[in-house]
């Protein structure tokens, strides 16, 4: 009964993270620039390979009695790395002039960097124009 348990934990993890990392294959495909597609390729990709090495871990740790310290290592790497090195492409591709989609709304980087005003009125979007 146990065995069936922890073989449908492991099959979670390791199904959960291939949903993940397919659903930020799909977003790099699709998003249309470049600061959307690092998000997709940050976040979800981040987290579908950490659930892939829990499942990993689990399985050789139950199946075989190996404990590894290198996924631990390896998940926290990824959990640190990836989200900073998205950041800081995008950091450099608005430093570079890529513009944004025309869609977007509210670019609080170049807020933040060009001095541009910090008043919530002289944003497009307030919290009066949803309540209206």
Known sequence: MIEIIVSSIIAFFILAGAFFTAVSAIGVIRLPDVYSRMHAASKSSTLGVMMMMIGTFLYFWYMDGYMDSKLFLAILFIFITAPVSAHMLS?????????????????????????ESDDPDSHPITIKNFKE
């Open 91 to 115: 950091r450099s591709a608005f430093h570079t002039g890529v513009t944004p989609y025309k869609l977007t709304v509210l670019n609080e980087l170049r807020r933040d960097e060009m001095g």
